[in-house]
C-alpha cells in the first residue's frame, strides 16, 4: 500500500508507524510527504487504532528533508513551489491533529524536519546516543513548516537556543528543551515506549481523543493563520539566492559561501 512506510497494527489496537527510507536516512521526499498525509487520516480514522508509534527504519529517526526534493523545490516555478511548502505544511498538521495518541520513538538522529515530526508527537521518546538539530539555515534554509510545532514543544525562549543556529545537541538536550519527554539508552528504548502506550489501552478512545483536540484548542494557536505563514516564509526562503547556494554547495562537496 505505501512505498516509504510500513504500518502494522497488533492485536491491541497499537499501530506502528515506520518511515522505510533507511537508505536515505529517512529523509522526506514528496512520496513520503504524501503517504505520511494519507497514514496518518487513515489510521485517525480507523476505529481499530488505539495508539500509533511513529518510528524509523535503519540507523536514523528521520534526517529531514531530502536535499534533492528540495533542489527541485528551488528550481521549480512558484505554484509548484507553493505545493510542495503546502503538502509538507499539510503532513505535518495531520500529523499534529490526528485524534490517536502519537508515540515517538526515536532511535537515532533526527535533523530539520525529523525535529518536526517529534515536535508533533503527543510524546516522544528518545534513544540517549540520539542526535539532533535544527539544521537548516546551514543551508540557507529556515525551518518554516515545522516552526509552529517546534515552538508549541518548546516554547520560544527554549526554542531560540536551537533554532536558528543549526547547532547539533544530544538527547539530554532534548529533554531539557522539551523535545523529548525521556532520554534512555538502545536496549531500553522500547520498554519506554510501551510504558507510555499501555495506559491508553485501559482509557475511553473517545475521551483521549476528545481530550487531545482540548488540549490542542488550548495551547498556542497552530491554525490557518500560522500554516499559510510558514508556507509562505517557506516558499521565500526557497526563492532566495543563499538557499540555491546552500544546496549547490551541499552538492558540489564545498563549502558555501558563508562558511
Not at 517529534?118 to 539532533?132: E, G, K, L, P, Q
Not at 544546496?247 to 558540489?252: P, T, V, W
Amino acid at each position: 500500500m505505501y512505498d516509504t512506510l510500513t504500518i502494522t497494527t497488533d492485536a491491541r489496537g497499537v499501530a506502528r508507524l515506520t518511515l522505510n527510507r533507511p537508505g536515505k536516512h529517512n529523509a522526506l521526499d514528496a512520496a513520503m510527504i504524501d503517504e505520511l498525509t494519507q497514514a496518518a487520516h487513515a489510521l485517525g480514522a480507523d476505529p481499530a487504532v488505539r495508539v500509533v508509534v511513529l518510528a524509523g527504519a535503519g540507523d536514523s529517526f528521520c534526517a529531514g528533508g531530502d536535499l534533492a526534493w528540495m533542489r527541485a523545490q528551488i528550481a521549480a516555478d512558484g505554484p509548484t513551489r507553493a505545493a510542495g511548502a503546502r503538502a509538507l505544511a499539510m503532513m505535518l498538521n495531520a500529523l499534529n491533529l490526528c485524534p490517536k495518541p502519537l508515540i515517538g520513538r526515536i532511535h537515532g538522529n533526527a535533523f530539520g524536519g525529523g525535529i518536526g515530526m517529534m515536535s508533533v508527537c503527543d510524546v516522544a521518546i528518545a534513544a540517549d546516543t540520539a542526535r539532533f538539530g535544527l539544521t537548516e539555515t546551514r543551508l540557507g534554509l529556515i525551518p518554516a513548516t515545522i516552526g509552529p510545532y517546534v515552538l508549541a514543544r518548546m516554547g520560544e525562549a527554549m526554542a531560540r537556543r536551537v533554532f536558528m543556529s543549526a547547532r547539533l545537541f544530544g538527547a539530554a538536550e532534548a529533554v531539557t528543551l522539551g523535545l523529548a519527554a525521556r532520554a534512555v539508552p538502545p536496549g531500553d528504548l522500547d520498554a519506554a515506549v510501551e510504558a507510555e502506550v499501555a495506559p491508553y489501552l485501559a482509557c475511553a478512545p473517545g475521551a483521549v481523543a476528545e481530550a487531545k483536540a482540548l488540549a490542542r484548542r488550548l495551547g498556542p494557536p497552530i491554525g490557518s493563520a500560522e500554516i499559510e505563514a510558514s508556507i509562505a516564509a517557506l516558499v521565500a526562503r526557497w526563492e532566495s539566492p543563499e538557499a540555491a547556494e546552500g544546496i549547490a554547495a551541499f552538492f558540489d562537496k564545498r563549502k558555501p559561501g558563508w562558511g
